[in-house]
């Protein structure tokens, strides 16, 4: 996988990859938003809000040049890993991403129980989603997670299968800044609200992504 390093985790039946954003990605992404973000015009024709889960602030799309510059980049090289961890005898011929966008969650905000795989074209479900986190506030890094089995200030929780005395069905994470994750899009996730002052705001990217195996 050349320098790009990764972990593979297997909280249940499905696999999350986990990884660290490189530093130029993470700044290209937040100014990427700040642009965006700084021009009412361009906040209007990136909304993407109507078509998401999230109770958020705002959910905007991310740049298509951005997008490119780092799916071939960064992002590629990670998910032809993740698929071909699993399906080990195919060869990845085509990553399509279907969708990208910011979130930006403020003091309160929160993203309730969902999968990606029927919110877009129903004709190209994505395979896989991710989350990556560029800006976290300060009161996420100082909460102490005191209580098991309890939903925790801004992290995210995925989800599968039913919780007995021997199998594990939620998998809970902090996020950290410059944290990724790859998992299937039919995962379900939920993001809790954190509590903090007006202006912190935590900011994460997701995209999803359709991928297509060589048949032969």
């Keep these: 996988m050349s320098d790009v390093k990764c972990a593979l985790l297997k909280p ?41 889960a999230g109770n958020l602030y705002k ?31 195919k060869k990845v011929k085509q990553i399509i991403i279907t969708s990208a966008w910011h979130n930006i969650q403020k003091s309160g905000d929160f993203n309730p129980c969902h999968t990606h795989t029927h919110f877009e074209d129903k004709f190209v479900s994505p395979d896989i989603s991710t989350v990556g986190y560029i800006k976290l506030p ?24 039913t919780e007995d005395m021997f199998t594990n069905a939620n998998y809970l994470l902090q996020p950290k800044l410059s944290d990724f994750y790859i998992f299937p ?8 609200p954190f509590h ?10 997701s995209f999803n992504a359709k991928i297509l195996f060589d048949e032969k």
């Design 12 to 52: 249940f039946g499905s696999t999350i990859l986990k990884s660290e954003l490189p530093d130029d990605l993470v700044k290209d992404f937040y100014n990427d938003l700040t642009k965006i973000r700084q021009d009412p015009q361009l906040v209007n024709q990136h909304k993407f809000g109507h078509k998401l």
């Design 59 to 89: 959910e905007l799309l991310i740049s298509h040049d951005t997008m490119l510059k780092w799916k071939q980049k960064y992002f590629d090289t990670l998910i032809v890993h993740y698929a071909t961890s699993h399906y080990k005898h």
């Design 138 to 161: 300060q009161s996420m890094s100082e909460y102490k997670h005191t209580k098991p089995h309890h939903s925790v200030g801004g992290y995210i929780e995925f989800m599968e299968g």
């Design 185 to 192: 899009a039919s995962l379900r996730h939920a993001v809790y």
């Design 196 to 205: 903090a002052n007006e202006t912190d705001e935590r900011i994460s990217f």
